[in-house]
């Protein structure tokens, strides 16, 4: 375990993203682009949902139109979504990379990461984001599950509801739990290693606090930035120009999903060279 403090952490996580920004605009530009048309596209597709079973009932029941509807937009959502996340894996990985070889020391040469997009360390690191990705799914779906079983048990929808709450509380601390104690597994498998599931376990054995911390601290300015910014584009537009503050929002949305990306990028491989020694031995 290195000796590195919180404050040295956070100061190098915002170091390290801007110098990726830096030396990486181009990069950072495509993102961007990409994360901002896949945002359109899926404001357009719920824009589109009215218009679009209104001309379905034309010609199908009521029923076959909801169920149409409803899966159509479904597929759609999720393929933007996959296609938006596989776009940011692709970024942090490349910050990820960049920061740790701002970040070897000398004589480390021979376990610089690869500079590769599409490479075994890529595919283990997007399939830890679905991982992610899915154990919150499950955790909504619990959550539905148990406030449909509480209505069907006779419960007022009241007393459902605050069951059903308690119950989301419960399994969002729960997966943010597992999260952070297989936080190290992001940088690690960006940088080429294996998922040592075991070994990232024990790794953040009596560190949760402190990841959870600097994770939050370090996105902290840019969450602030961004709203600032969203409360000023929307007094700015005026009411009959929904469009352009529609736009405008889902500009400072993409700008603050980049930053965050690399910030957090970048936090988590100054916790990585914190608490992952004995990763970073199986990676070498």
Known sequence: MEDITLSQCLK?????????????????????????????????VQLSAPESAAFLSSSMS??????????????TSLGISFVQCLVLAALAVQVIRFAMTLNLEPGAHSSTPSTRLWDAGFRRY?????????????????????????????????????????????????????SARLSLLFPHTAAGGRLQWRAAWEATRGHFWVITTTALVAILPIVAIATVLSIIAEMLVAASSIGSLTVG????????????????????????????????????
């Open 126 to 178: 997007f399939l830890l984001c679905i991982v992610l990705v899915a154990a919150y799914a499950a955790a909504t779906i619990a959550v539905v599950i148990a406030w449909i079983g509480l209505r069907l048990a006779g419960l007022s929808s009241g007393t459902a509801m605050a069951g059903a709450a308690t119950l989301a509380v419960l399994a969002v601390c729960g997966v943010s739990y597992v």
């Open 249 to 284: 929002l889902l500009v400072v949305q993409s700008v603050a999903t980049l930053l965050y990306t690399a910030t957090a990028a970048t936090c988590s491989v100054w916790l990585y060279r914190k608490f992952g020694a004995d990763l970073t031995a199986q990676r070498g």
């Open 62 to 75: 009521a029923g076959n139109v909801a169920q149409a509807t409803a899966l159509g937009y479904s597929a």
């Open 12 to 44: 190098g996580a915002w170091r390290d993203a801007a110098s990726a920004l830096r030396h990486m605009p181009v990069l950072f530009l495509l993102v961007f682009v990409a994360v901002l048309a896949t945002g359109i596209a899926g404001y357009e």
